[in-house]
T-cell receptor
Framework: DSGVTQTPKHLITATGQRVTLRCSPR?????VYWYQQSLDQGLQFLIQ???????AKGNILERFSAQQFPDLHSELNLSSLELGDSALYFC????????????????FGPGTRLTVL | EDQVTQSPEALRLQEGESSSLNCSYT??????LFWYRQDPGKGPEFLFT???AGEEKEKERLKATLTKKESFLHITAPKPEDSATYLC???????????FGAGTRLAVHP
């Protein structure tokens, strides 16, 4: 158990709908990261938040957005869903610091499996 | 652009048959090379971080090494429970964005 929690575990919805995925980081971690894993793309970085502020963006679609709240939990919002959005969505957390440091090690949650029908 | 390539894509071993997985990286300003284990439908489980060429880390039957261009994950006398996908990822630049390889699917048969 990494200490990172994600809800829900499974989500089945229809095209055009909007869903919210939730993540609680490990105690003491200030950074939260979102990743998407699909069969053909592997693990792809979406976005990072550090202590409530957006820190880095990856291959995140405009239909997707995220935020990190004062208690450090994070939500990933996916809207206007398409069949191709079906994937596993992982949240990871780290303490984070600059340079080469063990505080950069990211620990992953169990994921949310999203199925868009 | 930063890139991480893993080989082989899949590896089948007999129990006790040692082998190595390869992770080649082309990144500027590497700040860490990470190894994760992922079981089907589960989140990646952190194994090791290597920070500089020549560094080695061990955990049970696994040993990770790092050179200036690649990293190896050596599996000694594997057991069926070592079957999983092994992912490597690079951390570079000013942000903590991990760039993952596609992974090596390892199957260890009794």
């Amino acid at each position: 158990d990494s200490g990172v929690t994600q809800t829900p575990k499974h989500l089945i919805t229809a095209t055009g709908q909007r869903v919210t995925l939730r993540c609680s980081p490990r105690s003491g971690d200030l950074s939260v990261y979102w990743y998407q894993q699909s069969l053909d793309q592997g693990l792809q970085f979406l976005i990072q938040y550090y202590n409530g502020e957006e820190r880095a963006k990856g291959n995140i679609l405009e239909r997707f957005s995220a935020q990190q709240f004062p208690d450090l939990h994070s939500e990933l919002n996916l809207s206007s869903l398409e069949l191709g959005d079906s994937a596993l969505y992982f949240c990871a957390s780290s303490v984070e610091s600059g340079g080469a440091s063990s505080y950069n090690e990211q620990f992953f949650g169990p994921g949310t499996r999203l199925t868009v029908l | 652009e930063d890139q991480v390539t893993q080989s082989p894509e899949a590896l089948r071993l007999q129990e006790g048959e040692s082998s190595s997985l390869n992770c080649s990286y082309t990144v500027s300003g590497l700040r860490g090379l990470f190894w994760y284990r992922q079981d089907p439908g589960k989140g990646p489980e952190f194994l090791f971080t290597l920070y500089s060429a020549g560094e080695e880390k061990e955990k049970e039957r696994l040993k990770a090494t790092l050179t200036k261009k690649e990293s190896f994950l050596h599996i000694t006398a594997p057991k069926p429970e070592d079957s999983a996908t092994y992912l490597c990822a690079s951390l570079s630049g000013g942000y903590n964005k991990l760039i993952f390889g596609a992974g090596t699917r390892l199957a260890v048969h009794p």
